[in-house]
């Protein structure tokens, strides 16, 4: 009995409640799928399975040599079916994690418009401000808001995001325009966070970094109600760029102290590397790097 054969039968055993129920599953015998289990075992050399009165339990070694199985069992229907011209469109399962803020401002459109233009593709999305381990975690796609570690991922920038400072056209007509971080303590301070009476909010000076410490004014629970109140006139905020471009293309909001921003901070579509991705990962890595490669928010300056 070949290896996949023996994986097949060790599979059939994560959709059945016994050995018995597998066995009816692939239409074979029960002494069968217990002898494939044993040769598998004494080849693998490790116990892949634990044995009671209510059943089989995976082992340890048994539960990630399963999630092996798995993702190479599909990948080979997906070759097959290829071969066979059944994928007119890219089809199955997609795990994807998806940055929390940067999803709501940007993401959330561009995932919409993809489950459309694919419709046989079923979505799990995740929400997380993390690096995760993608291999561990069964995720085929990722975006990320920052630096990749050294790994063997396969990285596509998309372009990158900046920390801004900005207030309306009214409060800087007022109250003055900043010329330098120092300048920012004569002003009303947003913070975007709740319960905040000091903002510390670094620059780059001379081509180097430098915190400015200072009160704030006016301390919001949310990002967006910080850059609502900064529309109105409520003082100074600063945030990441995403949510601003609307803002500041449509003047409501203007951009200052722009030369003493700090470097910023790289997008990038993160997948498993592979010699060929399933369909449906080249699809989204590939819809999703064009149309965020596109978006206002990805661009040098957002204003």
């Not at 080249?282 to 596109?294: A, G």
């Amino acid at each position: 009995m070949g290896r996949h054969h023996e994986m097949l039968m060790f599979h059939a055993i994560s959709q059945s409640p016994s050995l018995a129920s597998a066995a009816q599953r692939l239409n074979v015998s029960g002494p069968t799928v217990v002898r494939a289990i044993a040769r598998l075992e004494a080849r693998l050399g490790v116990q892949l399975l634990s044995r009671s009165t209510r059943g089989v339990l995976l082992t340890e070694a048994g539960a990630a040599f399963m999630a092996d199985c798995s993702r190479i069992l599909k990948e080979v229907d997906e070759a097959e079916a290829c071969a066979q011209g059944l994928h007119v469109q890219a089809q199955g399962s997609l795990t994807v994690l998806l940055p929390l803020l940067f999803s709501r401002y940007v993401m959330a459109p561009l995932l919409a418009d993809y489950m459309d233009l694919y419709p046989e593709i079923r979505v799990f999305a995740q929400y997380h401000d993390r690096i995760a381990n993608m291999n561990e975690e069964g995720l085929d796609v990722a975006v990320l808001v920052g630096h990749l570690p050294s790994s063997a991922l396969i990285a596509r920038a998309v372009g990158n995001v900046r920390s801004i400072v900005c207030a309306s056209p009214a409060y800087l007509a007022a109250h003055g325009e900043p010329v330098v971080p120092q300048d920012l303590r004569n002003h009303r301070l947003i913070a975007t966070q709740a319960n905040q009476d000091r903002v510390q909010w670094s620059f780059q000076m001379q081509g180097e970094p430098s915190n400015i410490r200072a009160r704030t004014r006016l301390s919001c629970a949310t990002l967006q109600s910080a850059i609502d109140a900064a529309t109105h006139g409520a003082g100074v905020t600063r945030c990441v760029s995403y949510p601003l471009y609307d803002y500041l293309n449509s003047g409501r909001l203007r951009r200052v102290l722009q030369p003493y921003e700090p470097p910023s901070t790289p997008v990038q579509v993160v997948y498993r590397e592979r010699r060929k991705a399933p369909m449906r990962v080249r699809s989204f890595v590939d819809y999703i790097v064009e149309r965020l490669r596109e978006h206002p928010a990805m661009r040098p300056d957002v204003c």
